[in-house]
């Protein structure tokens, strides 16, 4: 039968267009993924199916990533770089530097000078009479924190470590008592563990009788690890017993001194000071006579009191520190004890000290570099002598130097008390570190 050309085009045209729907409907709207490499996942026998041996038909995975291969790739390289980074800070943080907490409680007024002049820490509030005051800083692998003040008392101070320094003043019977109560205080923190290790900054007696602090040292079955001792101890081994400097009069308010342009350039007006208490039958007395007898009185600054007071006012503080400042020398007599604290004022203000080179009765160690031989073996710039019939020579030589020479001269001296200040200040952190430390 002939088929008309009509039906036949029309024919032609609806199957071209339900193709082309078809094919679009695949293309747009079908949920089945053409793969390019099609895989079959063959099932073994479970739940849902038998075993192909069994007979039954394999099939297909539900679906398949064509970009599976590159994603678990990328995971992979991912996880392989997360865990170099993590080995990186693990490494990081085992070279970082180890750092150690150590506690200091100032019971005595040497503390301050341990502080604020050798460690140069901070104290907050910087009221000096305040009850309580503390501070903290950072010398060498240690963390110090410090605590000072008449509020600072046994039971009330916050412990968050278990090193601790107490600084005491064992100088006079008074004290001695009221430092061993510390000390027991501190026992018992040893014996509940609280604190594992002990170190004791001690201003000794100016006759180094010192024997009421021997039982409480490791070496003899005691706790006290380290102790840090004012005065030329017969007992300083510099292995757990270290001499210490006395340092400056912190309980008279002496301050930390910032040396200036004008304290080393300026005209000083006089050759000499000696201000402080004249003891009967002394070598102070013939001091002031021999200033006397030799006209030198104009050329220095003294003033002169019979009795020694414990606390200056205001008005001799003031006096004290600009003669200090205004003299090229600090005469400084022997007291109960050839190291005072003048020797380190004196410094502060770049004044050099004229020392008397004698020792004082008492225990204290009598070897050829004593008295005073940890400043001397720091190479202190002081003048030394032996009798104060010396002085006049001493200054005449003063009156031919020049200007230049003695500017020079201070500089030189005040250099050398910071450099002093700076050994101290390592010596003290290095020793607490080995001992405390040197299985950490």
């Known amino acids: 039968m002939k088929i008309p050309k009509r039906k036949l085009f029309l024919f032609i045209i609806f199957a071209y267009v339900a193709f082309s729907l078809y094919a679009a409907y695949n293309v747009f709207f079908s949920t089945k993924v053409i793969s390019r490499v099609h895989r079959v996942v063959k099932k073994e026998a479970g739940p849902l199916g038998r075993a192909r041996d069994g007979g039954a038909a394999p099939f297909l995975a539900d679906e398949w990533n064509p970009w599976e291969d590159e994603q678990v790739e990328y995971n992979s390289d991912l996880n392989k770089k997360r865990e170099a980074f993590k080995q990186h800070m693990v490494r990081i943080e085992k070279n970082k530097p180890k750092r150690f907490k150590v506690q200091i409680w100032g019971k005595a007024a040497i503390g301050l000078y341990l502080w604020e002049h050798i ?54 019977q008074q004290k001695v008592a009221y430092s061993t109560r510390w000390l027991e205080h501190v026992q018992t923190l040893v014996h509940s563990h609280t604190v594992s290790h002990v170190a004791v900054v001690l201003l000794g007696n100016e006759h180094c009788n010192n024997e009421w602090i021997g039982p409480y040292l490791k070496r003899n079955g005691g706790f ?56 009967k039958n002394s070598s102070r007395e013939t001091l002031m006579q021999i200033l006397k007898q030799s ?62 080179d004698a020792l004082t009765p008492g225990t204290c160690a009598a070897g050829p570099s004593s008295p005073l031989r940890l400043l001397k073996a720091a190479g202190a710039p002081f003048i030394f002598i032996s009798d104060w019939r010396e002085l006049p020579v001493i200054l005449e030589r003063e009156r031919g130097m020049s200007q230049e020479q003695r500017v020079d001269r201070r500089r030189r001296l005040l250099e050398w008390y910071a450099t002093f200040r700076q050994q101290m200040k390592e010596r003290f952190t290095e020793v607490i570190e080995e001992n405390f430390f040197k299985s950490g």
Request: hydrophobic share 35%.
């Open 295 to 356: 006209g030198l009185e104009k050329d220095c600054i003294t003033f002169a009191r019979e009795k020694w007071l414990p606390q200056e006012t205001a008005e001799s503080q003031k006096r004290y520190q600009t003669a200090l400042v205004q003299s090229e020398l600090t005469l400084c007599p022997v007291g109960i004890n050839t190291e005072c604290y003048r020797i380190y004022e004196a410094c502060s203000y770049g004044s050099v000290p004229v020392v008397e």
């Open 119 to 172: 460690l140069e820490g901070p104290l907050n509030p910087t009221d000096k009479v305040a009850q309580w005051r503390e501070g903290e800083l950072q010398s060498g692998k240690i963390d110090f924190s410090f605590y000072t003040g008449p509020a600072v008392v046994q039971g009330h101070v916050p412990m968050d470590m278990n090193s601790l320094v107490v600084v005491l003043n064992g100088r006079e």
């Open 224 to 279: 006290v690890d380290l102790l840090f001792i004012v005065y030329d101890s017969p007992w300083v081994n510099d292995r757990d017993v270290f001499q210490w400097p006395l340092g400056v009069s912190t309980y008279r308010q002496f301050s930390m001194v910032r040396p200036s342009t004008e304290m080393i350039t300026s005209n000083r007006p006089y050759l000499c000071n000696f201000l402080g208490t004249v003891y």
